[in-house]
Structure formats: C-alpha cells, structure tokens
C-alpha cells in the first residue's frame, strides 16, 4: 500500500491508516515502510468501534481492541462511497484495487461546477 | 533393535511438519502474496505428518522402540493442526460488520494521534477523497 502512497496522492486522495497498536509501534512501522501518510493510533477502539469493526477477543488473554481489517473510501464531503470488509483476516485489501476504484468513482477528474 | 529408516522418515516429517508451519509464519509479514495464499504450507505440513506417522507405525510393526518416532509424528500433528486450525478457522472468526458505516453514510469522525503523537482528525481531511485503512496492529 505505501509503494502506492504516490499514486493516490496524485488522484488527489489521502491515505489513512488506523489500528489499535501504540504510537511508538507506529513511528517503527513508519520508519520501516517510508510512509508519508498518518498512521493512526486507536488503542481505545474509538474510531473502530465506530466504524463496526470491533473484533473481541482476536488477540487471546487481552483486551486489546484488534480491528477486523476494512478499508473505506470517503468522498470529499465524507461520504462513504465504497467499503470493503474482510472475510477472512489473513487477507488485505490491494492498494491497486483501490487505485482502479478511485478512479471509477471520479476521483482526481474535474470538479464538477459549483461544488 | 533400532528401525534407522524408519527414524529418518520419522525426522524428515517432522522437519517437513515444522518447517511448513513455521516458515508460514515467518513469512507472514514480508510476503502478502505468500500470506494470502497458505495452502502449500498446509500441504507440506500434512505430508510431514504423513511421513512421520508411517514411520511411527513401521517402527511399531517391527518391534522397535519407539517412542521418538511416536514424539515425531504427534508433534508434527499437532502444529500442522494448529497451522490448519489457524488458516481456515481462526482467521474466519469476525465481527459481523453490521454496524460499519453503509455506502452512502455519513463517515463516522474521529481524532487520534499519529505516529508521531500528533492528534489528526478525518475533518483535516474534508475536500479531498480519503482511504481509511483498517489494518491489524502487532504487525
């Protein structure tokens, strides 16, 4: 996904990552990947559990929130205009998929007038 | 008396076993394509403990002690169970997502610290498209 950042940055769209890890977990991951792009830090479950992604009791013996991975593409008057919830948490999302998407639904064309 | 070949059929399955289950995880984070697809791992765990427990049970009809092979092939069982347990149950276990925000739905707000303590809020973000990428922490 972040060999991409790029290319969404071209369409105009802003990655962002979220997961239940510490920040400093994050500022490693960061470092070792080269991401641009804000990786978010939710230990408290805030944004996943209002995004439904709750996964209890994913990790055994803790209460640490784990996300079930998801993607969701927002429109710029935040509109969720596409989503994509896993089966199976093994399995990512592909940043080209949602490349192609982005493009479908209009992202990086003209603004449409008087909006 | 001692069954040699039986002990080194016995010790390639158990390698075979481990390593399948092993290398699978291992290799989880650096490859996703490796990690998508895990059935070869599980395919190479099931012939380790294939080859372990005939061993077992060669080493059993000629009257050898056996109680390594029997270690071998149980232990080689018990990861490539783990492994198999892992790969088509366990990762099936989610939430139902019925409370994910619908296409067409409002994104839910938040704000939250990035990687460098800065709190970031989706606001920040309004007027431009946005990917949210839920992705699993501890890796």
Known sequence: ?115 | MKDRRARRWAIAGFAVANAAVASYFLVLPRWPDLRDAAHPNVAAAALGVLAAAAAWGRARRAGARRGTEAFLALESACVAAFLATYVYYLSYQLPQGAGAPAVGARAPGFRLPDQEGRARSLDELRGRWVVVDFFRGHW
């Not at chain 1, 070792?32 to 994913?58: N, T, V």
């Open chain 1, 1 to 115: 996904m972040q060999a991409l950042e790029g290319d969404f940055r071209a369409l105009g769209a802003e990655l962002v990552a979220v997961s239940s890890s510490g920040v400093e977990s994050h500022a490693s991951l960061a470092r070792r990947i080269g991401a641009g792009f804000p990786i978010l830090s939710d230990p408290e479950g805030q944004a996943i559990r209002a995004y439904g992604l709750l996964h209890p009791g994913a990790l055994p013996f803790t209460d640490v929130p784990v996300a079930r991975p998801a993607v969701f593409v927002l429109d710029p008057e935040g509109v969720v205009r596409a989503r994509h919830l896993t089966e199976n948490w093994r399995v990512r999302e592909r940043g080209e998929r949602l490349l192609a998407e982005l493009r479908r639904l209009g992202a990086g064309g003209r603004r449409e007038p008087g909006r």
